[in-house]
Nanobody, 119 residues
Protein backbone atom coordinates (compact mmCIF):
# COMPACT_ATOMS: atom_id res chain seq x y z
CA UNK A 1 0.00 0.00 0.00
CA UNK A 2 2.90 2.35 0.77
CA UNK A 3 6.29 2.26 -0.89
CA UNK A 4 9.09 4.71 -0.13
CA UNK A 5 12.34 4.86 -2.07
CA UNK A 6 15.13 7.18 -0.95
CA UNK A 7 17.85 8.55 -3.19
CA UNK A 8 20.43 11.32 -3.27
CA UNK A 9 22.85 10.17 -0.62
CA UNK A 10 26.57 10.11 -1.15
CA UNK A 11 29.96 11.33 0.01
CA UNK A 12 30.45 15.05 0.56
CA UNK A 13 33.03 17.23 2.25
CA UNK A 14 32.22 19.21 5.39
CA UNK A 15 30.34 22.36 4.44
CA UNK A 16 28.88 20.76 1.35
CA UNK A 17 25.27 20.13 0.42
CA UNK A 18 23.06 17.23 -0.59
CA UNK A 19 19.40 16.91 -1.45
CA UNK A 20 17.72 13.67 -0.50
CA UNK A 21 14.58 12.54 -2.27
CA UNK A 22 11.90 10.11 -1.18
CA UNK A 23 9.60 8.88 -3.92
CA UNK A 24 6.29 7.90 -2.33
CA UNK A 25 3.79 5.48 -3.81
CA UNK A 26 0.82 6.56 -1.72
CA UNK A 27 -2.73 6.81 -2.95
CA UNK A 28 -3.76 9.79 -0.80
CA UNK A 29 -0.52 11.59 -0.09
CA UNK A 30 -2.09 14.37 1.98
CA UNK A 31 -3.18 11.80 4.57
CA UNK A 32 0.45 11.14 5.52
CA UNK A 33 2.82 13.20 7.57
CA UNK A 34 6.32 12.66 6.20
CA UNK A 35 9.59 12.60 8.08
CA UNK A 36 13.26 11.99 7.68
CA UNK A 37 15.11 9.95 10.28
CA UNK A 38 18.76 9.05 10.47
CA UNK A 39 20.84 6.44 12.21
CA UNK A 40 24.56 6.88 12.72
CA UNK A 41 26.91 4.02 13.61
CA UNK A 42 26.48 3.07 17.25
CA UNK A 43 23.52 5.40 17.76
CA UNK A 44 19.76 5.03 17.83
CA UNK A 45 17.60 6.17 14.97
CA UNK A 46 16.61 9.81 15.48
CA UNK A 47 14.05 12.13 13.97
CA UNK A 48 15.65 14.77 11.76
CA UNK A 49 12.72 16.62 10.22
CA UNK A 50 8.99 16.24 9.68
CA UNK A 51 6.31 17.90 7.61
CA UNK A 52 2.53 17.77 7.93
CA UNK A 53 0.28 16.23 5.31
CA UNK A 54 -0.66 19.57 3.80
CA UNK A 55 2.90 20.85 4.07
CA UNK A 56 1.95 23.77 6.28
CA UNK A 57 4.15 22.96 9.25
CA UNK A 58 7.66 21.62 9.62
CA UNK A 59 9.77 20.58 12.58
CA UNK A 60 13.48 19.96 12.90
CA UNK A 61 15.89 18.45 15.33
CA UNK A 62 17.93 21.12 17.08
CA UNK A 63 21.11 19.71 15.59
CA UNK A 64 19.98 20.45 12.02
CA UNK A 65 17.81 23.53 12.47
CA UNK A 66 18.88 26.28 10.12
CA UNK A 67 20.83 23.88 7.92
CA UNK A 68 18.24 21.35 6.70
CA UNK A 69 14.92 21.96 4.97
CA UNK A 70 12.16 19.41 4.46
CA UNK A 71 9.59 19.88 1.72
CA UNK A 72 7.07 17.86 -0.29
CA UNK A 73 5.43 17.97 -3.68
CA UNK A 74 2.46 16.13 -5.11
CA UNK A 75 3.35 15.64 -8.76
CA UNK A 76 5.20 13.38 -8.51
CA UNK A 77 4.67 12.52 -4.86
CA UNK A 78 8.04 13.25 -3.31
CA UNK A 79 9.57 14.36 -0.02
CA UNK A 80 12.86 16.20 -0.04
CA UNK A 81 15.51 16.94 2.53
CA UNK A 82 17.83 19.75 1.51
CA UNK A 83 20.97 19.51 3.62
CA UNK A 84 23.38 22.43 3.69
CA UNK A 85 26.50 23.15 5.71
CA UNK A 86 26.98 19.46 6.32
CA UNK A 87 29.08 18.32 9.25
CA UNK A 88 30.84 15.01 9.89
CA UNK A 89 28.31 14.29 12.64
CA UNK A 90 25.58 14.28 9.98
CA UNK A 91 27.02 11.02 8.68
CA UNK A 92 24.28 8.40 8.89
CA UNK A 93 21.83 6.33 6.96
CA UNK A 94 18.83 8.54 6.26
CA UNK A 95 15.37 6.99 6.19
CA UNK A 96 12.11 8.31 4.81
CA UNK A 97 9.05 7.75 6.99
CA UNK A 98 5.36 8.06 6.19
CA UNK A 99 2.82 8.18 9.02
CA UNK A 100 -0.84 7.93 8.18
CA UNK A 101 -2.68 10.67 10.08
CA UNK A 102 -6.25 9.91 8.95
CA UNK A 103 -8.07 6.85 10.22
CA UNK A 104 -5.90 3.95 11.33
CA UNK A 105 -2.40 5.27 12.08
CA UNK A 106 0.66 3.36 10.96
CA UNK A 107 4.24 3.99 9.86
CA UNK A 108 5.99 3.00 6.67
CA UNK A 109 9.74 3.13 6.06
CA UNK A 110 12.08 3.30 3.12
CA UNK A 111 15.28 1.29 2.92
CA UNK A 112 17.54 4.27 3.59
CA UNK A 113 20.29 6.12 1.78
CA UNK A 114 23.83 6.59 3.07
CA UNK A 115 25.14 10.09 3.71
CA UNK A 116 28.83 10.40 4.52
CA UNK A 117 30.39 13.74 5.40
CA UNK A 118 34.16 13.49 5.47
CA UNK A 119 37.23 15.38 4.36
Amino acid sequence: QVQLVESGGGLVQPGGSLRLSCAASISTFVNYAMSWYRQAPGKERELVASITGAGGNTNYADSVKGRFTISRENAPKTVFLQMNSLKPEDTAVYYCNARRIVGYQFDSWGQGTQVTVSS
